[in-house]
């Protein structure tokens, strides 16, 4: 046996390499992969010396240089003499602050008309289809220029402007509200929301352990949110209130003081939170309905109420189903925000567009909007895969 065995390595050693399939395969990619690198250095190669040809070598310096032009709405003060990596960061805060604040819109709205979807209700169901279905099937662009031009178009002047309480106000000029002037010891009150973030966490994960080891729960939301809310006042309290509101004050032709949004920003959260509250809610409603419905009898046979049984039976386990194909509605509300130049909203990519045809530096202007997007799509997959395996089932 061992002279059989000797032999036969001799005649799998004496094989040629090219009729040895594991070293053709690792061949070819060698070559595919020269021929990419090839094919891309010859690329850069040549655009470099083009460039050179046309007396705009590649380089970052003109970030520096005054940008000689100004924003209608900026997170931070900029004036026309601020450099262009100054309005290119004006550009890009502006876009993750609309979209943050349309991805949480988008999901809460979602989240209501993906369950009332399924209602048993007949009236209530019919309302969240005829929702889903026409937001779903008119183009995004269409419904930007609706609220901007025809919604918002047709509000109150300012002396006149909706108002809540006298201190929101909402007009043809955009919407109104308080501005937060915080004061050197805010920082204080920072910290501690995040130290009782913190504790709520980790009261979060001893009530599970708990309630694993011996049967018994503890209202850790309740507790946590407590703690999240409280801790932060008491200290802000004991401080003498570190933060100071500003109220907006209303005028005959527009109101002075305040935190302003234009009728621009209005318009793009609100319909981008609108077109992909569709989508997340028939994501939500496909998630519920792959749990089996012998869960739902089960958690009924014990006493649970619908409530209940929604949100400790049905949603746990839907999340699984709901988690991945939301990851793609968070980056469709990103990428979508370059849409916000129809209505006259600075966010990056309106901005680099202005900064290419001032400067006439295309390449490094787009190569900045492709890091940025790609950068912000990658962090969002991180996190949300991250949120997936900490949800998914695991079979034992």
Not at 132 to 137: G, K, L, P, V
Not at 216 to 236: E, M, R
């Amino acid at each position: 046996m061992a002279e059989i065995s000797t032999g036969e390595a001799r005649r799998t050693s004496a094989v040629v390499w090219w009729r040895d399939e594991r070293k053709r395969g690792m061949l070819a990619q060698v070559i595919v992969g020269l021929a990419v690198v090839g094919f891309a250095y010859f690329l850069g190669h040549n655009m470099a010396e083009n460039q050179a040809r046309l007396g705009v070598p590649l380089s970052l310096s003109f970030l520096t240089d005054p940008a000689g032009f100004q924003l209608s709405f900026a997170s931070i003060s900029v004036t026309l003499d601020s450099p262009i990596q100054r309005i290119l960061l004006v550009g890009a805060l502006n876009t993750l602050v609309a979209s943050i604040i349309a991805a949480i819109l988008a999901t809460t709205i979602g989240v209501v008309i993906g369950i009332m979807r399924l209602s048993t209700n007949w009236l209530i169901a019919r309302i969240a289809e005829a929702y889903i279905e026409a937001i779903r099937n008119v183009p995004l662009l269409l419904q930007l220029v609706f609220w901007y031009g025809g919604v918002l178009a047709a509000l109150p002047r300012a002396k006149d402007a909706l108002s809540i309480a006298d201190v929101v106000f909402l007009s043809i000029k955009g919407l109104v509200t308080p501005r937060p002037i915080v004061g050197g010891d805010f920082w204080f009150v920072v910290a501690a929301f995040v130290l009782a973030f913190a504790a709520a966490i980790m009261i979060r994960l001893w009530a599970k352990k708990r309630q694993t080891e011996t049967g018994q729960q503890f209202p850790s939301f309740s507790v946590g949110l407590a703690l999240v809310i409280g801790v932060p006042v008491l200290v802000s309290m004991i401080l003498g209130n570190p933060v100071e509101w500003e109220i907006p004050e209303q005028g005959a032709f527009n109101f002075r003081g305040g935190l302003s949004f234009q009728p621009e920003v209005v318009a793009l959260i609100i319909g981008l939170a609108v077109n992909s509250a569709a989508f997340i809610a028939e994501i939500v409603r496909g998630g519920i309905v792959s749990v089996s419905h012998g869960q739902t009898e089960a958690a009924f046979a014990l006493g649970l109420r619908p409530g209940k049984n929604l949100r400790l039976v049905i949603i746990p386990q839907a999340l699984r189903v709901i988690v991945p194909p939301i990851i793609s509605q968070y980056l469709n509300v990103v990428k979508n925000s370059t849409l916000a130049g129809f209505i006259g909203f600075p966010d990056l990519f309106s901005v680099i567009s202005t900064s290419q045809n001032q400067t006439g530096r295309a390449v490094e202007c787009v190569t900045i909007l492709m890091l940025f997007y790609l950068v912000v799509s990658l962090s969002i997959s991180s996190v949300m895969n991250w949120y997936n395996k900490r949800v998914a089932l695991v079979e034992r």
